[in-house]
């Protein structure tokens, strides 16, 4: 970081910045800036034309027969495929499906699945306390259902939450079936070191299973260098798939033939229109789907997966961490004496792109950035979240950002406001 | 049925039909005699508009604020209520979310849960060997499921199919779970009387659950006065929600605050912004919920739903039965002799609004169909399937389509031709 910093010396940086033309694919609303990407990505141009494509030319005109001539039916493993590139994994290895909970799920069943024959004895799940709520919501679902049938005999799967790192490694054991961790923390920002937890879990026996929600499009993700088991993850944030555009799912190439996921409906048979009356699963990475997807949705991810691919991870990665340092810096300078204390970790190893501080007013401090249109969110408890999306974030967004946050502390508008922020998607 | 049969006739007939104004409110393409609106339904006038606006407003205007300002959240529950009319269901008994086979799978849990109480023997899953085969693949991906943790322990669920009505009333006993049907099947048009085989499932102390794809707005249904336990459906086939449309789940209220279902996603927690380490269910049918929707395929569901509504399913029924008769009568009178063999119930009482006809070329007169603008479909085995949707085709339209199979029949067409037609999802 120069030691000069002000607003004409970032314009002059962003001005030589080769990601600074990606800003022009999207559309962006006047008097925004929006430091919410990691919840919502932005509308990038296309996908709106992608969207009236598939409505009336391919739905309307096609009817049924876009299903292949459209090529609808391939959507998810052809999407899968391009996301793979993102995620350091192969072709044939990832499907984009059904929403990230249900992924989990699938990938949860199907690692316990294994386990039932590799390692009986081992029935707990592991995931963090800190985890976003679905994460361990649905780790229980799985367990109850389980322990449902165990009940009358005395098999029982347990879900233990661990708060740090030395919990975990402390937690990994005999019993370990698997461990079930988001790689981006959805609240802090923190990352785990991917590679060295899935080794550590592997030497304990257990498998490894990444939610990437928060990682996806916004750090370089390596899963088959890491030797990861499972992954799963989001489409709509980083990726800029649009609202609650499908989720995906990806697995290891060593499990595609182990076992079927429970959630095995027809899209996952081996011949979905030979009607067979049993299920048999397909002999790839498409036994983790189960039914028809919501086409409108699902094309649309292309238009923002294909802006990600072009920009490469690796420059999405160095800007991000030069938005995000920056962003820390000038909080903490700018707006010192206020309260406001970072909670995402400063290593950069360990940082995802998205910064938290927290503050006993985070509530109303955000409801009044949002009321001048600098859209960040906030999270239970105390909160204040902002996403760094490189890809239409610039370094003046962000000392204009953290000016009128500056300026909402200083003169205490926040007392003074009436609050109207409300809780929106993770 | 008038005895001097002509297109002429027909004609005045349509002219004269209060339903007939419907027409105008979908988009057909030119050419295209569309008998295939129960696989996939046609695109009303409106979703279009509809897409545009959640993609360019409300996502890329609004952006995370359209969760609350657009209200993406309400989705579910309010197009639930507005399907509710359709289902003879009360507000707050549905939502429409994920997949059909995702909420049979809801479905069946939660019914084996209640059942681990209330009939703890009872592990027997009862459905029909010619259900849609992704009914019969998820209760075999939960049977497997629960035996892989009951193998160690003797505990076994059992997918057990039957093949008539009389077969399933024999089947019905002590160890009934559930039975599983679907209330007009995909193939034949074939049409339950789901409160009879409701009473009798609850006589035999099981749970009825009832897979409405082929049912919802093509047919009058009434949950509630037919007693059922769960229901699940489609939205993009009769009721025209666009493709790959989220699907539908309505369970009977006295099933809502029992037990959670195991895909216990956040959207079905009871307060999902707080952030709770640990699940509580929402109190109402939302427990039946899990993550976040594809809010764009989501939204253009209330186009379709809305036509529906406003046409009455009285009203359609009344011409789906006769577009029906009609289509049987001029099949079987103008193309006799060549082999076509019904398979829907002429029975009123016993039909949906497909019909079905047998023939060993099917196939090949499917596709010879296709190519001269008459859609239809193929399902294995030869079977030659024509959905008749009485919002968008009229009596001419049958008219029109029986000749055109009469010149593929007669001309041998159907034996000289190239084939391109592939399956299309059910």
Redesign the interface.
């Given at each position: 970081m120069q030691t000069e910093l002000s607003r004409a010396s970032l314009a002059q940086l962003d001005a030589n910045d080769p990601l600074i033309r990606f800003r022009e694919r999207f559309?962006l609303?006047e008097g925004?800036i929006?430091l919410?990407g990691n919840?919502?990505g932005?509308?990038p141009h296309g996908?709106?034309e992608r969207?009236?494509q598939?409505?009336?030319q391919?739905?309307?005109?096609g009817?049924?027969?876009?299903?292949?001539d459209a090529g609808?039916f391939e959507l998810p493993t052809r999407l899968g495929d391009k996301l793979a590139q993102l995620l350091g994994a192969n072709p044939g290895e990832t499907v984009v499906t059904?929403?990230?909970?249900?992924n989990l799920?699938k990938a949860l069943?199907s690692a316990?699945?294994i386990q039932?024959v590799d390692g009986?004895d081992r029935r707990v799940l592991i995931t963090e306390?800190d985890n976003?709520?679905?994460d361990?919501?649905?780790a229980?679902?799985?367990a109850?259902?389980?322990n449902?049938?165990?009940?009358?005999?005395g098999?029982s799967y347990e879900v233990k939450?661990i708060d740090s790192e030395t919990e975990l490694l402390a937690a990994l054991g005999d019993d370990t079936a698997l461990v079930s961790l988001s790689h981006v923390n959805y609240?802090t920002g923190a990352m785990w070191d991917m590679a060295a937890i899935t080794e550590a879990v592997h030497q304990a026996g257990g498998l490894a299973i990444w939610d990437l929600a928060h990682a996806a499009g916004a750090v370089p993700v390596a899963l088959n260098a890491a030797n990861a088991d499972y992954a799963v993850g989001?489409t709509?944030k980083y990726l800029n798939g649009?609202?609650?555009?499908?989720?995906f799912i990806w697995v290891n190439a060593r499990h595609h033939e182990r076992f079927?996921?429970?959630?095995?409906?027809?899209?996952?048979?081996q011949a979905?229109?030979?009607?067979?009356?049993?299920?048999t699963p397909a002999n790839d990475v498409r036994r983790f789907m189960?039914?028809?997807?919501?086409?409108?949705?699902?094309a649309?991810i292309e238009v923002g997966l294909d802006i990600s691919v072009e920009a490469e991870m690796d420059k999405v990665r160095a800007n991000s961490l030069e938005l995000t340092d920056l962003f820390i810096e000038l909080v903490e300078t700018r707006c010192a004496g206020y309260g406001l204390e970072l909670i995402t970790p400063r290593d950069h190893a360990r940082r995802g792109s998205h910064v938290s501080f927290s503050h006993p007013n985070g509530y109303e401090i955000i409801a009044a950035l949002?009321s001048r249109g600098v859209?960040g969110?906030y999270?239970?408890p105390a909160v204040l979240r902002f996403g760094v999306t490189p890809l239409y974030l610039s370094r003046t967004d962000i000392w204009d950002a953290v000016e009128i946050l500056r300026e909402v502390l200083h003169t205490g508008a926040w007392q003074r406001e009436e609050f109207t922020v409300?809780?929106?998607?993770?």
């Open positions: 559309q609303p925004v929006y919410d919840s919502l932005a509308l996908a709106a969207a009236a598939v409505v009336t391919q739905w309307g005109h009817l049924i027969r876009s299903w292949n609808w059904d929403t990230t909970s249900l799920f069943a316990l699945r039932q009986p306390r976003f709520p679905t361990i919501y649905i229980e679902g799985l109850d259902l389980l449902s049938v165990g009940a009358e005999t098999v939450l609240r989001c709509y649009g609202p609650g555009s499908p989720a079927w996921q429970p959630l095995s409906g027809w899209w996952s048979h979905p229109f030979a009607m067979a009356e049993s299920y189960c039914g028809t997807q919501p086409v409108t949705s699902m649309m949002i859209i969110d999270r239970e409300r809780n929106a998607v993770t």
